[in-house]
């Protein structure tokens, strides 16, 4: 399978900044049940005005200047979303005009939910590999504005997310190891949210069965990532699930028998940010110099559909 290098990462966070103390005083909750039960001490949320674009094209230009690449050179920008300011025209379309990529390069977003950024990565990757785009990058974007779809009255869900962007820029390599397993079962009992045909416009979440769904479903898919590489934990540097809570990370890493060091965590500052948070993590940990040349990183996604999926990715 022809692999893909990630030249430049960025990210985006609205300019709201959000406590678990702020919440605790618009619904029955506490800085401490939100800290033990996710892990989570604060998100961001969009400012008043501030839009899912305005972050996507944030992310994306920060992505751009740090590949050291111009937006002429884009061949195609796919942007991961379940909360697009508008039905039409899509996320992607409105980061293609904020930024102005040339006009040979498609731009769409994918919906797989939480899973969104590890489908956008895949179907970037397999349409520069098929040939059916021109130019040798790709802008591969996941962003977020679920404080418009949050019920500010309904604890169960609204200390859970946060706004927020990220973006990486990727060419095909066969240098850099690579390898993506996806997954889903239609089920929109346990999660769901709005839609043309809804009546219902906030996220509705069954928590538990969440949770119980995630610990099952993310420990398989790290193994089927690592089984068809051939390649066991030790083979790997980090682990980057996706930031749902921080108690499902710890149960991934009890279940796979691995070390904490292994796995990335940073609920604590930005929460759930479903399709963003994979990327927003990825852009830290590369400000870090966390990635180095060599690095492997396995990231997996997990949400609503329900979806899930997994990628080996090599720096
Ligand atoms: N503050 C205080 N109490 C609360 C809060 C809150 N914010 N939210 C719920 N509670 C209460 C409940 O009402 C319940 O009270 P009761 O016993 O009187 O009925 C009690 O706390 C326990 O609730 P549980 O649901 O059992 O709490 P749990 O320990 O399971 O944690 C949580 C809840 C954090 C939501 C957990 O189930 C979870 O993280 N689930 C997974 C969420 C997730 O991963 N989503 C990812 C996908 S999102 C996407 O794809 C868009």
Redesign the pocket.
């Known amino acids: 399978m022809t692999g893909i290098e990630i030249v430049g990462t960025g990210r985006c966070v609205p300019g709201r900044l959000v406590t678990n103390d702020d919440l605790s005083r618009l619904?029955?909750?506490?800085d401490e049940?939100?800290r033990t039960?996710?892990g989570i001490a604060q998100r961001y949320f969009c400012a008043e005005g501030e839009t899912n674009a305005q972050l996507a094209a944030g992310a994306a230009r920060a992505a751009l200047k740090r590949a050291g690449i111009s937006a002429e050179q884009i061949g195609l920008c796919v942007a991961a979303t379940f909360t697009a300011d508008h039905a039409m025209p899509s996320l992607a379309c409105e980061v293609h005009g904020a930024l102005s990529l040339p006009e040979s390069a498609p731009a769409f977003d994918v919906n797989a939910?939480?899973t969104g950024f590890i489908t956008a990565l895949e179907t970037a990757r397999s349409l520069l590999a098929g040939g059916s785009v021109t130019g040798e990058y790709a802008l591969v974007i996941g962003s977020e504005s679920i404080s418009r779809v949050l019920d500010m009255t309904d604890?169960?869900t609204c200390?859970?997310f946060g706004d927020g962007a990220g973006a990486a820029v990727i060419r095909l390599s066969d240098k850099h190891d690579y390898r993506c397993v996806m997954g889903a079962r239609g089920d929109a009992s346990l999660?769901h949210a709005g839609g043309a045909a809804s009546e219902e416009h906030f996220?509705h979440?069954e928590?538990?069965a969440?949770?119980r769904f995630?610990s099952e479903t993310v420990p398989k898919c790290v193994m089927q990532v690592l089984d068809s590489a051939k390649m066991t934990m030790d083979d790997i540097d980090y682990v980057v699930c996706h930031q749902?809570?921080g108690r499902?990370i710890d149960h991934v890493m009890k279940k796979l028998n691995a070390p904490a060091e292994k796995f990335y965590k940073n609920m604590q500052t930005y929460a759930?940010t479903?399709a963003a948070s994979i990327a927003i993590a990825l852009d830290e940990m590369n400000e870090k110099g966390l990635l180095c040349p060599g690095t492997r990183v396995v990231c997996v996604g997990?949400?609503?559909g329900l979806t899930w999926g997994g990628t080996l990715l090599t720096f």
């Open positions: 619904v029955d909750t506490s049940w939100i039960r996710t939910a939480c604890r169960n200390v859970l999660l996220v979440m928590g538990k969440v949770f995630a749902a809570n499902i759930n479903s997990f949400g609503a």
